[in-house]
Each structure stands twice: as structure tokens, then as C-alpha cells.
T-cell receptor, first 113, second 113 residues
Framework: GESVGLHLPTLSVQEGDNSIINCAYSNSASDYFIWYKQESGKGPQFIIDIRSNMDKRQGQRVTVLLNKTVKHLSLQIAATQPGDSAVYFCAEKLAQGAQKLVFGQGTRLTINP | DTAVSQTPKYLVTQMGNDKSIKCEQNLGHDTMYWYKQDSKKFLKIMFSYNNKELIINETVPNRFSPKSPDKAHLNLHINSLELGDSAVYFC????????????FGPGTRLTVL
């Protein structure tokens, strides 16, 4: 299953399938891009980050892809499990200045059994 | 348990009242944050403190006053509460200033009637 930008806030996939969550960012000066997962009733939890000089980074069952040409970021989750059901946020951080994290809208991922 | 904790978890109050939310982290981090998450899940930074000093102060009404008595605590006091203040408030901490990996508390759901 695949979401399209921030205009599709929900995504449903079958357990065991791969999912792709997309994010469009606006600031070319962002130095880092980060993915967070927020389960229902909990605070956001860091998943993975990628620096702007990279185009791919892998973690455990997750891969983040960065396309600076079109200002696009994606999070791929392999072999989804029920515990992957959550809202996923992308965030960007500027290289200079306040360097705060600026969060995107979020995508709700639901894993169907 | 090592974590970021917040109290109270739920806060229901009348317009015009003054309330406080407390946050404590036992992760040994120097930097702490307050975020606001609205009903559409939009997450935005309000303040950040490093070693008890304010380093980020977003465009937040001065009715909101953070206080950091020590590195492990960052409390949020809100005066003259308004309906628009209803949201979930998250405290977070990180090992480095404006770190990509921030550890969030469970949130405080504030409802202003």
C-alpha cells in the first residue's frame, strides 16, 4: 500500500505487506529529515533520520528514501505487523537558525489482519 | 523506568482559569521541549530549554510561561485559559540541543470549557 503526499492522511495495508508513507517538504535548507511514529494515546517515538546529503538509509524493517530534487521523503515499512498501526509523521530540521523540528501533517497507517 | 513523565494526563477546566502541567525526565538529558498537538494531530513546538535556559520560544501567547527549576524538569503554566488552548501538550527531551531523536512524554490532554 502507498500514500500520496500529505493529502491522503490514511493508509490501510494487509498484515505482512509492505507499506510506503510519503511526505513532501518545502524547505530546501533543511539539513535533516526525521520520521516519528505515534501510537494511539502515546507520545511520538523516533524511528529513523536521514541527513540531506544521503538519499537512502535503512533501519530495522524500515527504509527512508530522500529525493531532494522533488523535495520528497518516504518511509517504507517491510512485512507490516499489527504493532505498526499508528500515525506517522515526517519532520524536517533546518541546518541553521533555531534548528527546531518542523512536523508534517501525519499519515494514519492501519494494518489489517 | 527511564522516561519522560507528565502530570496530569487529563486536565478539564473552565475558560479564564490558570493551570500548570508538570514534566520530568530521568534520561539525564540537558534539553527539554514543549509541543502542542491540535485536534487534527498537527504537532508544533512551543518552547525548548537547554540546561534551564530558554533557547526556542515560538510565537506563543505570553499567557504560556515555561519554567525549568532544574535540568530534569520543565513545567508549563498557562494563564487565563481560552477555548483555543484545548489540545494535547507533549513534553520531550533530547540528549543534544534540538536533537533529531527526541523522547516524548505521554501527553496531557487539556480541555477548556
Amino acid at each position: 500500500g502507498e500514500s500520496v503526499g500529505l493529502h491522503l492522511p490514511t493508509l490501510s495495508v494487509q498484515e505482512g505487506d509492505n507499506s510506503i508513507i510519503n511526505c513532501a517538504y518545502s524547505n530546501s535548507a533543511s539539513d535533516y529529515f526525521i520520521w516519528y511514529k505515534q501510537e494511539s494515546g502515546k507520545g511520538p517515538q523516533f524511528i529513523i533520520d536521514i541527513r540531506s546529503n544521503m538519499d537512502k538509509r535503512q533501519g530495522q524493517r524500515v527504509t527512508v528514501l530522500l529525493n531532494k530534487t522533488v523535495k520528497h521523503l518516504s518511509l517504507q515499512i517491510a512485512a507490516t505487523q499489527p504493532g505498526d498501526s499508528a500515525v506517522y509523521f515526517c519532520a524536517e530540521k533546518l541546518a541553521q537558525g533555531a534548528q527546531k523540528l518542523v512536523f508534517g501533517q501525519g499519515t494514519r497507517l492501519t494494518i489489517n489482519p | 523506568d527511564t522516561a519522560v513523565s507528565q502530570t496530569p494526563k487529563y486536565l478539564v477546566t473552565q475558560m479564564g482559569n490558570d493551570k500548570s502541567i508538570k514534566c520530568e525526565q530521568n534520561l539525564g538529558h540537558d534539553t527539554m521541549y514543549w509541543y502542542k498537538q491540535d485536534s487534527k494531530k498537527f504537532l508544533k513546538i512551543m518552547f525548548s530549554y537547554n540546561n534551564k535556559e530558554l533557547i526556542i520560544n515560538e510565537t506563543v501567547p505570553n499567557r504560556f510561561s515555561p519554567k525549568s527549576p532544574d535540568k530534569a524538569h520543565l513545567n508549563l503554566h498557562i494563564n487565563s485559559l481560552e477555548l483555543g488552548d484545548s489540545a494535547v501538550y507533549f513534553c520531550a527531551s533530547s540528549q543534544v540541543v534540538n536533537g533529531n531523536e527526541q523522547f516524548f512524554g505521554p501527553g496531557t490532554r487539556l480541555t477548556v470549557l
